[in-house]
Antibody, heavy 117, light 108 residues
């Protein structure tokens, strides 16, 4: 199974950051598909996940600005983060979260998103 | 929110030495929901340990995890050159899912 992030590398302040993650080599069913970010030189922050059924769970710190959705026919899931500021500048990773074990076993390579005018 | 505190922040060791990394939780975490990751510069994290003590696929047996409740440990029995990296613990016993701040294992 492989994951590949795609989307703009530069977003203007106050706009919406949009990223896609394409899943190849395996099914989307019975897994939780997640977004995690890492600001330059800092640690990892979980953003949220979407289950294959479409149900979601978000980090309360970002919940008011985040939407994660899934399109199993395209084998993609997506992240939208609204009203971005410079604090949202980070490497964004998509990852597969194993239910029951609750660990991320597959990660995308990550994509750097810079928020700047 | 469960806060995971990793210590030390940096561990300076030589190849062949034993590394012991600590992850302390602000509340009890079910052992089933504690994982460890390795991250090298410019790369995504890689799952090492899940369920506190089970090695992920392809992870060599020099990596081992232990602990319960609020105290968890990742041990690397004999450091190899490729093991010098950042290590993170992660829990999802309670939402939100959280990561520790990381421990850097560097060459002495």
């Amino acid at each position: 199974v492989q994951l590949q992030e795609s989307g703009p590398g530069l977003v203007k302040p106050s706009e919406t950051l949009s990223l896609n993650c394409t899943v190849s080599g395996g099914p989307m069913s019975t897994y939780y598909w997640s977004w995690i970010r890492q600001p330059p030189g800092k640690g990892l922050e979980w953003i949220g996940y979407v289950y294959s059924s479409g149900s979601t769970n978000y980090n309360p710190s970002l919940k008011s600005r985040v939407t994660i959705s899934i399109d199993t026919s395209k084998k993609q899931f997506s992240l939208k983060l609204s009203s971005v500021t410079a604090a949202d500048t980070a490497v964004y990773y998509c990852a597969r979260l194993m239910g029951v074990l609750w660990a991320f076993d597959i990660w995308g390579q990550g994509t750097m998103v810079t928020v700047s005018s | 929110e469960i806060v995971l505190t990793q210590s030390p922040g940096t561990l300076s060791l030589s190849p062949g030495e034993r590394a012991t990394l600590s992850c302390r939780a602000s509340q009890s975490v079910s052992s089933s929901y504690l994982a460890w990751y390795q991250q090298k510069p410019g790369q995504a994290p890689r799952l090492l340990i899940y369920g506190a003590s089970s090695r992920a696929t392809g992870i060599p047996d020099r990596f081992s995890g232990s602990g319960s409740g609020t105290d968890f440990t990742l041990t690397i029995s004999r450091l190899e050159p490729g093991d010098f990296a950042l290590y993170y613990c992660q829990q999802y016993g309670n939402s939100p899912l959280t990561f520790g701040g990381g421990t850097k294992v560097e060459i002495k």
